[in-house]
Every structure is written in structure tokens, then in C-alpha cells.
């Protein structure tokens, strides 16, 4: 009896028509009346399944390779003025600059200097807990960059003059001696 109702119901959807169907003995009759269409389901809605194991299966592999935050560093090697640059998921989220009274001093005396930024440290943490590091060369002035603050309150435009000259085009030994020499000139 179950069999006919659903081989009814089945053609009613499949052509489309209204029916009766009577199940039960003859004293308890049962009518189901209708117009039964063939449920169509959107494509998209049928393959949802496949849709989501995929997005899964992407987010999942793109966590091993993709970091969630990354933090990078750049600083001057004529000024010792400084950005930390921070992404999550590769979105610039803060930027952190710093300048150095050099920049400044730099800056009203030759109105067109911008700073070069060169690359000095970057941090990738990824979702597995894996960190990846990277280091570059720090310019001399940004590691004594607040020591050269102090220099640069304390001492006249020729000395200043002299130290920019010596970070643009001095070895790094050079740039060392210079500022330890403004730096003891400075204490005394």
C-alpha cells in the first residue's frame, strides 16, 4: 500500500497532474490531494557540500604558507629615522614611524631630504605556530639613534654638517668613529 502511494506520488510529480490516492482498508480512507512539482534545486544549492570541503581544504593548506601577521622594519642610514610597518593577513594594519632629530635638522636645512629607508628586520608568524625571521644590515645610526638625538640638541651646524657628510658616503667604521668622537665631545 506504502508502494502505490509513492509510485503515485512520484508520477504526480513527474507529470505534473493532481490525484488521489486512497490508502487504508475501506472503512478509514485516507485522500491526499495535490499538486505535487519536482523539487529543482539550484545547482549551487546541490553542490554546497563539495563548496565548503573545498573552502576548507584552500584555508587549510594557504595557513601553512600565508602568514596571519607580519611585521617589518626599515630605517635611514643618513638620519636613523625609522618605520615598523604591521599586516594581519597581508592588510597594512599600523604603521609606526620614527624621527630622529637628525631627520629634523636635516629637513630645514635641506628642504627637498626625504628619507631613504633600507631594509633592517622582518617577522612572519603563521596560524601553525611556525615564525620565519629575517635580518638585513642596521645602519650604524639606528642602533646609538637616541645617542645622536642627544648630539644633534648639543651641537653647532658645522659638526652636524660634518656627521651627515660622513653617513652618506663613510665606511662604517668612519661612521662609528664620528659619532663616538660627537658623542665624547658631547660629555665633557
Known amino acids: 500500500m ?6 503515485l506520488a512520484y508520477r504526480a510529480q513527474r507529470d505534473d497532474q493532481r490525484i488521489l490516492a486512497f ?28 563548496i565548503l570541503a573545498g573552502l576548507g581544504l584552500s584555508v587549510g593548506v594557504l595557513r601553512w604558507f600565508v602568514p596571519y601577521r607580519s611585521g617589518e622594519w626599515r630605517a635611514c642610514p643618513v638620519s636613523g629615522s625609522s ?57 650604524v645610526i639606528f642602533m646609538r639613534a637616541r645617542c645622536v638625538d642627544a648630539i644633534i640638541d648639543e651641537n653647532d651646524d658645522t659638526k652636524i654638517s660634518g656627521l651627515v657628510t660622513v653617513m652618506r658616503s663613510g665606511t662604517k667604521q668612519e661612521q662609528e668613529q664620528q659619532i663616538s668622537g660627537l658623542d665624547e665631545s658631547t660629555a665633557r
Request: with cysteine; hydrophobic share 40%.
Open 2 to 7: 506504502v508502494i502505490c502511494y509513492w509510485l
Open 23 to 50: 490508502m487504508g482498508g475501506f472503512d478509514q480512507a485516507v485522500v491526499i490531494e495535490g499538486c505535487m512539482k519536482k523539487d529543482r534545486l539550484d545547482p549551487l544549492a546541490r553542490r554546497w557540500p563539495v
Open 83 to 139: 618605520i615598523e610597518t604591521t599586516r594581519w593577513f597581508g592588510i597594512p594594519w599600523k604603521k609606526r614611524q620614527t624621527t630622529t632629530h637628525l631627520a629634523t635638522w636635516l629637513r630645514r636645512h635641506e628642504p627637498g631630504f626625504e628619507p631613504r629607508l633600507s631594509f633592517v628586520a622582518e617577522r612572519s608568524e603563521f596560524a601553525y605556530g611556525r615564525v620565519l625571521h629575517s635580518c638585513g644590515r642596521a645602519p
